[in-house]
């Protein structure tokens, strides 16, 4: 088990962008390190499900990316610090929405929100026309 937490969102104009953090304990439960869990950010919009925005592996090496997203915004990890991040480029009104990172300790990344174990509380973005 991993604690997250997300920062950076935030109220930005169309075609902005922003930076989200997720940092994760420094200690799991399980006494893992950090650099064991693959990652995912999630977002849900008003009235709307979870949608699955991008995931990276263990390394940082596999990404994957909704088509909804790709080409705007960027998944990358720092392990030394314990957090991933989400570049987020371009930005469009229908991008609102909590911005949720979610960690599962495992090889593969996955976009089906089921398979994450840990989650955090979510951080607000709001993007006006």
């Known amino acids: 088990q991993v604690q997250l937490r997300e920062s950076g969102g935030g109220l930005e104009q169309a075609g902005g962008s922003l930076r989200l953090s997720c940092a994760a304990s420094?200690?799991?439960?399980?006494?893992?390190?950090?650099?064991?869990?693959?990652v995912a950010w999630f977002r849900q919009a008003p009235g709307k499900g979870r949608e699955f925005v991008a995931a990276?592996?263990?390394?940082?090496?596999?990404?994957s990316y909704a088509d909804s997203v790709k080409g705007r915004f960027t998944i990358s990890r720092d392990n030394a610090k314990n957090t991933v991040y989400l570049q987020m480029n371009s930005l469009k009104p229908e991008d609102t929405a909590v911005y949720a990172c979610?960690?599962?300790?495992?090889?593969?990344?996955?976009?089906?929100?089921?398979?994450?174990?840990?989650w955090g509380q979510g951080t607000q973005v709001t993007v006006s026309s």
């Open positions: 990276i592996s263990r390394s940082g090496g596999i990404t």
């Open positions: 420094e200690r799991t439960v399980s006494g893992r390190p950090f650099s064991t869990y693959t």
């Open positions: 979610a960690a599962r300790a495992g090889i593969y990344t996955s976009d089906r929100a089921p398979e994450y174990d840990d």
